[in-house]
T-cell receptor
Framework: GDSVTQMEGPVTLSEEAFLTINCTYT??????LFWYVQYPGEGLQLLLKATKADDKGSNKGFEATYRKETTSFHLEKGSVQVSDSAVYFC????????????FGTGTRLLVSP | NAGVTQTPKFQVLKTGQSMTLQCAQD?????MSWYRQDPGMGLRLIHYSVGAGITDQGEVPNGYNVSRSTTEDFPLRLLSAAPSQTSVYFC?????????????FGPGTRLLVL
């Protein structure tokens, strides 16, 4: 079945460091790809998405590019802030009918001042 | 516009008790779903609904019932709680349309079954 694999955390960085969180997927067709973020005590919020190969999603300084050849959707940010500390989930959905989200296990990011 | 709301925020149950987790959305979304979040496992789909009167099973439906009598509400029922149902439960809604929709998540219900 469809699945998402993302790097285990926690990822610990100092403020202004470069961030990469790896995400790869397995799918039978051509999924849409998402990054969701969960701040402490809150629900999930959509961070960015990409719907086809080579699309780049971006928001709040975060970026991810849909790479079909490597089945990847790595999340990057050039300079993290303490406020970016959260759990980040990579997810996919197939573009048919009800678009069930298939999530990765989540990666906790801790940013220190 | 409150988005997706869930009640209660936290609940403790004893094994065998029943309860209903409430979920409501005010965005007139057709699609609603329930996920559970467990450590090291991400979120898994329990049940979903594509409109009033229509529900279907997700990945982990056993032990849970749902109904969708209105567009706004999608309650999740635990008929006989078990410790394995200790989890954080999220309700989500999205609008049916063309292409991938953004799912909006509620704040979650933390459930502890003793």
């Amino acid at each position: 079945g469809d699945s998402v694999t993302q790097m285990e955390g926690p990822v610990t960085l100092s403020e202004e460091a470069f961030l990469t969180i790896n995400c790869t997927y397995t799918a039978t067709g051509y999924p849409s790809l998402f990054w969701y973020v969960q701040y402490p005590g809150e629900g999930l919020q959509l961070l960015l998405k990409a719907t086809k190969a080579d699309d780049k999603g971006s928001n709040k300084g975060f970026e991810a590019t849909y790479r079909k050849e490597t089945t990847s959707f790595h999340l990057e940010k050039g300079s993290v802030q303490v406020s970016d500390s959260a759990v980040y989930f990579c997810a996919l959905s197939m573009n048919t009918g009800f678009q069930k989200l298939v999530f990765g296990t989540g990666t906790r990011l801790l940013v220190s001042p | 516009n409150a988005g997706v709301t869930q009640t209660p925020k936290f609940q403790v149950l004893k094994t065998g008790q029943s309860m209903t987790l409430q979920c409501a959305q005010d965005m007139n979304h057709e699609y609603m779903s329930w996920y559970r979040q467990d450590p090291g496992m991400g979120l898994r789909l329990i049940h979903y609904s594509v409109g009033a009167g229509i529900t279907d099973q997700g990945e982990v439906p056993n032990g849970y019932n749902v109904s969708r009598s209105t567009t706004e509400d999608f309650p999740l029922r635990l008929l006989s709680a078990a410790p394995s149902q200790t989890s954080v439960y999220f309700c989500a809604s999205s609008d049916r349309g063309l292409g991938p929709e953004t799912q909006y998540f509620g704040p979650g219900t933390r459930l502890l079954v003793l």
